[in-house]
């Protein structure tokens, strides 16, 4: 088996997304830190941790990718219907907190959304780079949502929960609405799962993810106000 690299804590750098194992999910690194400038240089790069509370800090680089570019989401016809009646108060950067908690402690197969992590992507989330987008029910309780980072025009989606039927697919669809309007040309999926097929997320080759990250990542996408409440339809929707 190939021998992974270590990340010395004090040293700032990852290895090439393309050393990282054949195999579907791509692991790449063991070691380093969670701190923001590791976080962001990480995220830059292709480049995303994901390890349980047992395991040293494990860095990943799928091939291939799984991405959602926001003019391709996928509405069902009951999904429509859904937003139709207006059944969520969609909110951004309401309660980011809330958000990764609920994601954390609401998943049955468990979390790799520790302490550490949670105290992390709270830190990015107060310098401004990480977002919660939160679905709330007419009895103004916190019922869906997600997290994740925003680097120039790209959106890396880390984690949803919902508590309600459709309250996070419904947080997918303004979401991918609001940052096509923005300029955004993607959100990062990951790795693939039914879920995010059905709304039109596709796998595409890690090196052709790695351009549109170095041609988009540094770019400032035009008027991305995050603290606001969102409406169906909206515009242009």
């Keep these: 088996m190939t021998s992974l690299p270590w990340i010395d804590p004090d ?4 290895p090439p997304p393309e050393q990282a194992l054949e195999d579907p999910d791509g692991l790449l690194a063991v070691g380093g830190d969670l701190s923001p400038k590791r976080l962001i240089l990480a995220y830059s790069q292709g480049i995303f941790p994901w390890f349980s509370e047992e395991q ?5 680089s799928p091939d291939p990718r799984c991405v959602l570019f926001p003019d391709e989401i996928h509405v069902s016809r009951s999904l429509r219907r859904t937003l139709n009646r207006q059944l969520f108060r969609i909110t951004a950067d309401r309660d980011f ?3 990764i908690r609920l994601c954390a402690i609401t998943r049955d197969e468990g979390t790799w959304i ?3 992590m949670k105290a992390s992507y709270t830190r990015l989330h107060d310098m401004g780079i990480a ?10 309780r916190l019922v869906g949502g997600m997290y994740g980072v925003a680097l120039g025009r790209c959106f890396f989606g880390e984690s949803m929960f919902s508590l309600e039927t459709n309250a996070s697919k419904v947080v997918m ?3 991918a609405n609001q940052l096509r309007l923005w300029g955004f040309v993607l959100i990062d999926c990951q790795v ?5 097929l059905r709304m039109g997320a596709r796998t595409i080759p890690r090196h052709h993810f790695l351009s549109i990250l170095k041609a988009n990542a540094g770019q400032n996408p035009g008027g991305s106000h995050w603290t606001f409440d969102w409406q169906w339809p909206g515009p242009e929707a």
Excluded: C, K, M, Y
């Design 11 to 14: 040293h700032l750098w990852f």
């Design 56 to 60: 040293p800090i494990l860095w990943w």
């Design 97 to 99: 907190r809330q958000v």
């Design 114 to 116: 520790t302490d550490d």
């Design 131 to 140: 977002h919660s987008i939160e679905a709330w029910n007419a009895d103004g």
């Design 173 to 175: 669809v303004h979401l």
């Design 192 to 196: 693939e799962s039914n879920h995010l």
